[in-house]
Each structure stands twice: as C-alpha cells, then as structure tokens.
C-alpha cells in the first residue's frame, strides 16, 4: 500500500495528470540547480586544462540534469511532509499537480540519462561521482537522514557540495586537491545555511515531523553550532589562497566575506531566545547565499586572470 501511495500506482491502474510543461521544471528545483550548476562550472574552469567546448558545455548541462533529477526524486519522495509544510505546500507533487508517479518516473529517467550523457561525453570517473551524488541526495538523504537525525543537513550536505568535484573530473578525468577544497566550503557553508532557515521555520518543521536541530537541541545550541560552522566556513573560504591554488587578491576577497559571514552568525548568537520575528536569521540565511555566490565567483574570476597572466591580482 505504501508503494501505491508513493508512486501514484492504483487498483493496476497508473493515472495521468494534466501536469504543464513549468511543473516539471519546478520539479527540478531550479534555484538549487543554478547553484550546482555555477559551483560545477567553477571546479571545471578551475582544473586550469585546456577542455573542449563541446566536452564542457554538455558536461555542465548533463550535471544540471542530473541535479534536477535528485529534486524530482526528493519531491516525489518528500510529496507527504512536502504537503504539510507551508514553505513546500505548493509543489507540484503536494498540490496535484504532478502525480507521484509521474515524478519518479522523470526522476529516474533524469538520472539515466544525465550519467549516460557526462560518461560518454567527459569521462566516466565523472560519471560515476554523479551517480553517486544523485543516489546520496535521494537515497541516503532524502529517504533516511532527513527523517532521522537531526544532523540531516551536515551529512546530507555532502550532496550538494559534490559538483566542483565532478566539473573538475569532467575536465581533467581526476579529483584535485582544489576541488577537495570548493566542497569543503560548500560542506561546511550547508549547516549554517540551512539551520538559520530552521531556526525561522521551526514550526514547520515541527509540524511535519522532520528533526532539524532547533526542534531536537534547541534554539541555543543551534546559534551556537551555526557560529562553529561559520567560523570554520571562513577559516576554508581562504584556504585556496594559503595552499598557493588561488591569488592574494582572491584571499582577500574571501577573507572579507568569511568575516561578514561570522558578523552575521555572531549576530544570530546573540539573538534574543523570545525573539519570534528572528530577523538576524533571516539576515544570515540571504548572507549565506550571497556569500556562497561571491566566493565562488571570486575563485571563477582568480582562475580566469591565472589563465591570461594578468598580473597584479
């Protein structure tokens, strides 16, 4: 019975929704496949190898597909708590508009295809980091941390942090120190990320049965694990420039904003338990994909005066 709620499967019978073009684009939650999409792109320009535009535009688009898929499978998935929560009520799969079946079958598809593709096109090294990255989010995240463990998002954040690695073996067929480094901060940019939204959306939550950290430790020690991560985001942010992968002026760059980072977290900290409005979680949360972007960017921006020797940087 489980199996027929999940996937739409009925009496024998599969029904077809009327499901427009844009749903099945929201199933593939677009605004974190950008940022996988910009994060893998990065770790590829940054490998410093001469790649054939064919090889690298196909590359990118069979990991943005492949992100999508993961969304689609989390979404097909999640459909039950998905509904409940008011941030995720109106996805398509919660609002009828996808049937569940509909979204597996897309999801499953999505994934076949996205590492066929990066195999054949890239290499297979890549490939297969892209599998793994899909089964990680929809399997061991989706289907077991989120539900079990309030250290969901630290664990699970694996997933996200993944596409630097898997542009860099599309590029070079290797994994590099480098691209060791960008998940790092990506791994350890996650908790704080995503706990502030926790922290303003706890009811949510709560009301779904999902064991975020403020639910299951409490308001304070989520402020203050929040601030550990962030101060060890800010540490990383510049390792690229200590281990001589990036320039002075990139180390700058993200120095500054691994400390408006800590000022934010530091703000949150301080945050007064009775404050329901939660302004400075808020503030953290927008800080926190500003800060993702620009550090990213700044690596993207290093790596391409590297590559024309401009000097001065």
């Not at 309030?150 to 690695?165: D, E, L």
């Not at 542009?167 to 120190?177: F, R």
Request: no cysteine.
């Amino acid at each position: 019975m489980a199996i027929v709620e999940k996937t739409g499967f009925e009496d024998g019978a599969f029904r077809v929704s009327e499901a427009q073009a844009g749903d099945y684009v929201e199933l593939l939650k677009p605004r974190v496949m950008s940022l996988v999409v910009f994060t893998a792109f990065v770790g590829l320009v940054t490998a410093q190898t001469s790649v054939n535009p064919f090889i690298a535009i196909f590359s990118i688009l069979a990991i943005a597909v492949g992100a999508g898929a993961s969304g689609a499978l989390n979404m097909w998935y999640d459909a039950d708590i998905d509904a409940i929560m008011t941030r995720t009520a109106t996805r398509p799969v919660p609002s009828g508009r996808v049937l569940p079946g509909e979204a597996l079958i897309f999801g499953l598809f999505l994934s076949a295809f996205s590492v066929m593709t990066l195999g054949l096109v890239a290499n297979w090294l890549a490939a297969s980091l892209l599998a793994f990255t899909i089964f990680f989010y929809a399997v061991i995240y989706t289907m077991w941390l989120k539900r079990w463990t309030p250290q969901n998002i630290v664990i699970g954040g694996a997933a996200g942090a993944f596409p630097p690695i898997i542009g860099w073996a599309a590029a070079t067929g290797q994994i590099g120190l480098e691209s060791v480094i960008q998940f790092l901060i990506i791994f350890l940019w996650t908790p704080p990320h995503f706990w502030a939204l926790a922290l303003f959306k706890s009811a949510d939550y709560g009301r779904a049965g999902v064991p975020m950290l403020p639910n299951v430790a409490g308001e304070a020690s989520t402020k203050r694990q929040i601030f550990a991560y962030t101060l060890l985001v800010a540490v990383v942010g510049v390792l690229p420039t200590v281990l001589g992968h990036a320039s002075l002026g990139y180390g700058i760059v993200a120095g500054a904003l691994g400390i408006g980072f800590v000022w934010y977290a530091w703000k949150v900290l301080a945050m007064p338990e009775i404050d329901r409005v939660m302004r400075p979680a808020k503030a953290l949360f927008g800080y926190s994909l500003l800060y993702l972007f620009a550090v990213f960017a700044a690596l993207l921006v290093d790596s391409v005066i590297a590559r024309v020797g401009i000097a001065g940087w």
